[in-house]
């Protein structure tokens, strides 16, 4: 830390001071047996020239008489060479770490001087989750086919892939040798967007384009997106789920429901949370189920159809369909306005949840649906 008053200069790079013109080079320490110029450069000891990797040698400095008071070496202080990190002797004061890799300063009495010899840590860093892989094929064949490309591929010695879609990359690896993928908790990637609706919505041309339909249920698969959601859930055939989340969802959550919820609007959100934070749909379907037995006597017709609506939308994607058929015959007797109608049903990710139910086949919708 300087004293009060004296200045401090700003960091230094080799290339900043290179460019400086006349050059103020930082001269090195007292080295070995020869005489070296002192490295505050006010000391007049003399012993050799000052060197920068790709600059000419310095001329040598003419020699101090000894014992010019101030002059003098302190041969009890410790430095670091810039150029060769090794321990020196400079004049005045101890060198300190700057708090920033490569960073090295000394003082003079006057001001102090930071020199840069390295690369510093800069906020600009990028990370690639590393999952398990427990079959090659598989895991090609399902990235491939919502549009990632294969930057890298090996099966031996090792199995190693490395996956890119966007403007992020997937890695995978070797499985441990108990890895169970029905159990989907091989590994997780959390992908933070901007806005998530586009990503759930190419994701999902791609499925219909590849496989005739979506995969919302069973693995692989994609989660349901309802309007207004900030996550979703993309899980692999290896078990491993790939979390899209909203930059701006809300930090905090309300298990249970919003206290400033009753009823079923309150068991609604709840299992919204369950849904789509814990990816536990069955407990979803669970709570719902309950909700409606208690409260939909007096509950407002919309909340009652968004409630049938969201547990055709999990039994579908759970594949317990035993109870569709009474949820949907329950939910086209409600009388609802159209308004309430389409309210009602965007708690179904999109019209391929009834269609499936109706037809029970998994031809890709027709071009309209949304």
Known sequence: MTAPGHARLHALT????????PPAPVRTAHRGAGPAPCAVGNCGADAGPTRFPGRAPLPRASPAPAGTGRGECDPGVTAVDPHRHRRRRIHGRRKRFCGSLGATSFQDGRREVEI??????????????VMPCASVEETLEFYQALGFGVAYRQTRPYIYLALEWSGFALHFGA?????????????????????????????????????????????????????????????????NSIIFIQRDEPAQLEYGGSKNLTGLAKALDNARILSEFKNDDHAALRVLTTALRRHETGSPPVDVARTLATLIGLATALDDTGGVEEWHRRLTAL???????????????????LRMRRTGTTEAPAADTP
């Open 175 to 239: 499985p441990p040798e108990n890895i169970d993928p029905s159990r989907e908790d091989a590994g997780t990637c959390l992908v933070f967007v901007d806005a998530i609706a586009p990503y759930h919505a190419e994701l999902t041309r791609a499925m219909r384009a590849a496989y005739g339909k979506i995969l919302a249920k069973g693995r692989p698969r994609i989660t349901r997106f309802r309007p207004g959601a900030s996550r979703f859930t993309l899980v692999d055939p290896s078990g």
């Open 14 to 21: 080799e290339g900043d001071l290179a460019a400086e013109s």
């Open 116 to 129: 840069v010899t390295e690369a510093m840590v800069r906020a600009n860093e990028t990370t690639v989750p």
């Open 335 to 353: 009388d609802l306005t159209d308004s309430e109608r389409r309210h009602a049903l965007e708690g179904l990710s999109n019209a391929e949840d």
